[in-house]
C-alpha cells in the first residue's frame, strides 16, 4: 500500500499540472501519514497473530523448564510464574524414555532414504525430463499421482505385502519385511519418489536443450551425460529437496505405526507414542520430551531455511 | 572406464565412415538400456510399494478376509463391504464428518489469513524475516509432536487453558468440541504452509504490473483484486490441491490424542484400525480405502490436468 499509493499521487500531481502546490504537497502528506497508518496496522497485526502462533511452543518451552513440584505438584498449577527453573526434566525425559535409541534409529532410516530418493528420483527425471519418448507422460504422471495419494489408502494391502515379502534373519527379526527398519527405508523411497520426481523434472526441464546434444557430440553415453553434466546443474535443486526430504522423513508417524510392532526399533517421531505412557500425567516431562523431538528438525529449519522455502515452492508454484 | 570407450570408437567413427552406422546402433542400444534402468528401477519401486497396493486395495474391498490363514482363505463377497459401511457401521458417517469438517475448516481459516500474511509479509515490512520464520515454524513440527505440545494447552487438569480460566472443560474428551480443539491446532500448523506458498506466488507477481494498476488509479484492494490475484491462479490450485490432501491423510494428531476415537473418528482411523491384529477386517478396511482413494482423485486430476495443460504449452 504504501509504495503503490504515493507515486499515484506524484504522477496525478505531474499530469494535471494546474494545481497549486499547497495543494499537491498536502495531498502527499495526507497519503504519507495513510501509509504510515497501514503499516502500523500491519505491524500490529502481524506482531499479534505472530505472538498468539508461538504461545504453545514458547509455554512448551516454559514448562519444560519447571520443576514437577513447581505446578502440577503444587497448588499453583501450571498458569504461574516460577519459583525455580531446572534442566532436570529434559535429563530425566532423556534417559526414562531411552530418546537416544530411538534417534539412533531415525538415522538409520533418514540418511539412506534422503540418499537412495534423490538418486532414483533424478534419474527418473533425467530420462523423463531430457528425452523424448513416448511413456515420458504416463510416467510423470504415474509418479505425481502415486506422491498424492493418502498413505492410508494403500496400507491395508502394503501390510501383508510386508508381511509376505521374506528376508533373510540377519536382516530382519521376523523374518519379513514387515517390522524392520528397511522395510521403513523402502516405502518412505517408493513414495517420495513421486514428489522428488517431479520437482526435478521440472527443473531439468528447463536447463537448455543443447546441452545433451553436445555431449553427445562429445562421445558422452546417456548415463555421462546425466552425471557429469545435468546433475551438477541440478544442484540447487538437490540441495532444496534434501531438506524437505529429511523433514518429512524425520518427522513420519504413519508408516512407523503401521508397519512396525517392536517398540524399540521404531523412529523417534512414532516412539512419541510411548512417552505418554513413560511420562505419565507429568506435563513438563511431556514437554521436554516433544521439544527434544522437534529440536533437530527446528535446527534444520533455521539452518537451511532459503533451501526449505525454495524446496517448498518449486515444487508447488514453477510446476 | 566404460565411458571413455565409447569416447575411443567414437573418434574411431570419424576417422572410418564406413563403420559408423554400426557402432552408433549399438551405442543407442546401451544408451537405450541405460535410459530403461535409469527410469525402470524406481519406477519398479513405486509401483509395486504405491500403485500395487493401490489395485490390490480395490480388489480386497470385494473380499471379506480376516488376514489369518493364507490368501486361500480370501472369499469373494461382491459389493457387502460397501454396503455395511453405510448401512451398520456407525462411525463412518462422524468420521466422514469430521473430514469434511477438517478441510473446510483449513479452507476456510487457513487460506484467507495464509493469504492475509502473504500479503502484509509482500510488503517488506520491519521485522518481516522474523515474523515470517515465527508463523512458519509450526509447519516444520510433525503433526505428533504437534498434538503432544496442544495437549499441554488443553488438558482438563493440567492444561494451561483451564488453570488461566478457572474453567473445568474437557477441551479433548468432550464429543461436541474436541474435534474443534484439534481443528484449532491443525489450522495453527497449515496456516503458515499456505502462507509461504502465496508468499512465493506474491513475489512472481510482475512489479510492474501492480504499479501500472496503481498508475491507472485503482485502489490498493482493485489492484490485488483484479491484477495480482488472477496471477496467482496456479498458487491457488496448488494451495486447493494440498489442503484437500492433508484432510484426507489426517491422522498423526488424532491417533496421539485420544486413539481417533470418540468423536476424533477420521476415515484414515477407521482404515488404519483394520490393518492388522485379531479384529482386523481386510476386506471391509480396503473398502473404505478405496473411499479414500476415489475422493483423493479429484484433487489429484486436477492437479495433474493444470500440470499436464502447461506440459502442452511448453
Known amino acids: 500500500m504504501s509504495t503503490s499509493s504515493l507515486p499515484e499521487n506524484d504522477i496525478s500531481g505531474h499530469m494535471t499540472g494546474s494545481r497549486d502546490k499547497a495543494g499537491d504537497s498536502t495531498r502527499a502528506l495526507r497519503a504519507q501519514r495513510r501509509a504510515k497508518r497501514s503499516g502500523m496496522l500491519s505491524q500490529g497485526f502481524l506482531s499479534i497473530v505472530t505472538f498468539l502462533w508461538l504461545f504453545p511452543l514458547l509455554y512448551a518451552v516454559y514448562t519444560s523448564f519447571r520443576p514437577f513440584s513447581d505446578t502440577g505438584g503444587s497448588d499453583k498449577g501450571y498458569f504461574s510464574l516460577p519459583s525455580s527453573l531446572t534442566f532436570e526434566n529434559y535429563t530425566t525425559a532423556w534417559s526414562d524414555a531411552s530418546l537416544l535409541k530411538f534417534f539412533v534409529n531415525t538415522l538409520i532410516i533418514v540418511v539412506p532414504s534422503v540418499i537412495l530418493v534423490l538418486m532414483l528420483s533424478s534419474m527418473a527425471a533425467f530420462t523423463v525430463s531430457r528425452y523424448t519418448w513416448k511413456f515420458n507422460l504416463f510416467f510423470l504422471m504415474l509418479f505425481t499421482a502415486g506422491n498424492l495419494l493418502p498413505q492410508q489408502a494403500i496400507i491395508v494391502p502394503l501390510y501383508r505385502l510386508y508381511l509376505a515379502i521374506p528376508l533373510p534373519e540377519f536382516l530382519s527379526g521376523s523374518g519379513t519385511l514387515y517390522d524392520t527398519k528397511l522395510g521403513i527405508i523402502l516405502i518412505h523411497v517408493a513414495f517420495q519418489l513421486g514428489f522428488c520426481t517431479f520437482v526435478l523434472s521440472n527443473f531439468m526441464k528447463a536447463l537448455p536443450k543443447d546441452l545433451n546434444e553436445a555431449a553427445m557430440l562429445d562421445g558422452a553415453g546417456v548415463f555421462k551425460t546425466f552425471w557429469d553434466i545435468i546433475l551438477p546443474l541440478t544442484r540447487p535443486a538437490l540441495a532444496a529437496l534434501a531438506t524437505l526430504q529429511v523433514t518429512w522423513i524425520y518427522n513420519d508417524y504413519f508408516w512407523a505405526r503401521t508397519l512396525q510392532t517392536t517398540g524399540d526399533e521404531k523412529p523417534i517421531t512414532s516412539a512419541l507414542q510411548n512417552l505418554e505412557g513413560v511420562f505419565f500425567t507429568n506435563n513438563n516431562l511431556v514437554a521436554a520430551g516433544s521439544l527434544m523431538v522437534a529440536i533437530p528438525i527446528l535446527v534444520v529449519y533455521f539452518a537451511l531455511q532459503r533451501h526449505f522455502i525454495s524446496g517448498l515452492t518449486l515444487g508447488a508454484t514453477k510446476g | ?314
Not at chain 2, 218 to 225: E, I, N, P, T
Open chain 2, 1 to 314: 572406464m566404460k565411458s571413455s570407450a565409447t569416447k575411443l570408437t567414437d573418434s574411431d567413427d570419424l576417422m572410418t565412415p564406413k563403420a559408423a552406422p554400426v557402432r552408433r546402433s549399438r551405442r543407442r542400444a546401451s544408451d537405450r538400456l541405460s535410459l530403461i534402468s535409469m527410469v525402470g528401477f524406481p519406477a519398479f519401486l513405486h509401483i509395486g510399494l504405491v500403485w500395487i497396493p493401490a489395485l490390490l486395495s480395490v480388489i480386497l474391498s470385494f473380499t471379506r478376509w480376516n488376514g489369518i490363514g493364507g490368501v486361500d482363505n480370501i472369499e469373494f463377497v461382491g459389493i457387502d463391504n460397501y454396503k455395511s459401511i453405510t448401512t451398520i457401521n456407525t462411525e463412518f458417517v462422524p468420521a466422514l464428518t469430521n473430514n469434511v469438517l477438517w478441510l473446510v475448516v483449513l479452507m476456510a481459516v487457513s487460506t484467507p489469513l495464509g493469504l492475509l500474511l502473504a500479503v502484509l509479509l509482500d510488503k517488506n515490512l520491519k521485522g518481516g524475516r522474523f515474523y515470517q520464520s515465527a508463523l512458519y515454524m509450526p509447519v516444520m513440527l510433525s503433526l505428533a509432536v504437534v498434538g503432544f505440545i496442544w495437549e499441554l494447552i488443553y488438558s482438563r487438569e493440567t492444561g494451561v487453558i483451564n488453570a488461566a480460566l478457572g474453567s473445568d472443560v474437557d477441551w479433548l474428551g468432550n464429543q461436541s468440541i474436541n474435534i474443534w480443539a484439534i481443528l484449532v491446532a491443525a489450522i495453527w500448523r497449515h496456516t503458515g504452509y499456505v502462507m509461504i506458498l502465496y508468499l512465493a506466488g506474491l513475489k512472481g507477481v510482475d512489479k510492474s504490473l501492480k504499479e501500472a494498476a496503481a498508475i491507472d488509479g485503482a485502489s490498493s484492494w482493485q489492484a490485488f483484486r483484479d491484477v495480482v490475484f488472477p496471477v496467482m491462479k496456479p498458487v491457488n490450485i496448488v494451495i486447493l490441491v494440498i489442503t484437500t490432501i492433508e484432510s484426507l491423510r489426517a491422522f498423526d494428531i488424532v491417533d496421539v490424542i485420544n486413539g481417533g476415537r470418540f468423536g476424533l473418528e477420521l476415515i484414515s482411523v477407521l482404515i488404519t484400525r483394520n490393518v492388522g491384529g485379531a479384529a482386523s477386517r481386510v476386506g471391509y478396511g480396503s473398502a473404505l480405502a478405496v473411499i479414500l482413494m476415489v475422493v483423493s482423485l479429484v484433487p489429484i486430476i486436477s492437479f495433474l490436468s493444470t500440470n499436464l495443460r502447461k506440459e502442452q504449452a511448453s
